[in-house]
């Protein structure tokens, strides 16, 4: 009597191919490494205060330029302090500060080391025109078209928001909320332009 | 004179016509209207709730443009298209099929497909009686009771004879 006979070896299991499992796992972890891309992507915010800010394009305003041109390049501004305050002619809050950015912006103007932007954002372009004659707006302004702006300071914006870069196109100081005097504004650009670092949020 | 009459007709019923259309171009789209093309479209303000029925300023905002952009005669989709080249592809409900957005059409009925593969192999397992895994797996399973009831066989064939050899 052989062990064969008492102990028969059991008909083998059919189960899924090894090659099939192979590509089932290929497929999940190629879909896990796509959804990882898309949440970095989706990552909030994609710069922070000591980075460097990526270059973007500004389309202005009609009856709006700055050194004649109709838009402007960040990376053009290098060498200046710049203030990129985002608004929207629904946003009350950011009425309380619309005086005060505009006399900020006309004490800076003349030394030519300031450049203050405004970026209207989710607003319509009648209302955001109809704002800034309201509130006799001059620095430079444009619309935050297909939120390419935006999203690249914050993708979740809220307005007001007010970011101070320094001469180097480094993001230095990010003011959420509005300003309530003037006094503040020069608070934040004065230590800029005299490049003592103070980078905080 | 029958000429006359039928020549200042004709004039009334263009004119008519040309009024009636001024009107119309003219009229201000309902709330209806409007409202059909905001269900498809978010403001960034509020993501999660669509245009048509958020409340906040700016999507009050959003809706009069809308209003504008009809009575000035643009259609739909010519809409939607200012929104998307103003604001971005994220004010539309649905993404555009490119880049990564296709993940959102592709997956989801991947994973629907490979769900109800798993359920229905593992709903045919439970069904089966103990012993045997699968259907397809019945002949297999058969030979594997054939094998061990001979198996038993010989057991008690062997205890007979040893009880015998006792006796």
């Known amino acids: ?201 | 004179m029958r000429r006359l009459f039928w020549i200042t007709t004709l004039l009334f019923v263009l004119a008519g016509l040309t009024t009636a259309t001024v009107i119309a171009q003219g009229s201000t789209p309902t709330d209806d209207e409007v409202n059909a093309i905001a269900k498809d479209l978010f403001c960034p303000v509020c993501e999660n709730t669509p245009l048509d029925v958020c409340p906040t300023d700016a999507c009050k905002e959003w809706r009069e443009e809308i209003r504008t952009m009809l009575a000035d005669g643009k259609t739909e989709v010519e809409i939607k298209q200012h929104f998307v080249d103003y604001y971005g592809a994220r004010v539309l409900a649905e993404p555009p099929r490119t880049g990564f957005n296709w993940l959102a059409y592709v997956v989801p009925p991947i994973v629907i497909v490979a769900g109800i593969f798993v359920l229905f192999r593992a709903f045919r397992a439970w069904s089966q009686p103990s012993g045997t895994d699968t259907a397809s797996e019945g002949e297999a399973g058969m030979d594997e009771e054939d094998a061990l009831s001979s198996s038993d066989d010989e057991y008690i064939a062997r205890m007979e004879e040893e009880l015998k050899k006792r006796n």
């Open chain 1, 1 to 201: 009597m052989t062990e064969e006979q008492t102990n028969p070896t059991p008909a083998p299991k059919r189960g899924v191919r090894t090659s099939t499992q192979i590509i089932i796992w290929v497929i999940l972890m190629v879909l896990l490494v796509l959804v990882g891309l898309g949440l970095k992507k989706a990552q909030n915010p994609i710069i922070r205060v000591g980075s460097e800010v990526p270059d973007f394009e500004l389309i202005m305003f009609d009856g709006y330029s700055y050194q004649s041109a109709s838009k402007i390049n960040i990376s053009d501004l290098r060498g200046k302090v710049v203030v990129i305050n985002f608004w929207a002619s629904w946003c009350k809050p950011c009425e309380q500060e619309a005086a005060e950015l505009e006399e900020a912006w006309r004490f800076y103007e003349g030394s030519d080391d300031v450049v203050f932007l405004g970026i209207a954002w989710t607003d319509t372009p009648n209302n955001a025109k109809e704002y800034l004659n309201r509130f006799d707006i001059t620095y430079p302004n444009g619309p935050d078209l297909g939120s390419r702006i935006s999203s690249i300071f914050n993708r979740n914006l809220g307005v007001p928001e007010t970011y101070f870069i320094d001469r180097n196109g480094v993001l230095q100081y990010v003011k959420i909320g509005p300003f309530t005097s003037i006094g503040e504004i020069q608070a934040s650009v004065d230590p800029l332009i005299a490049g003592t670092i103070t980078a905080e949020e």
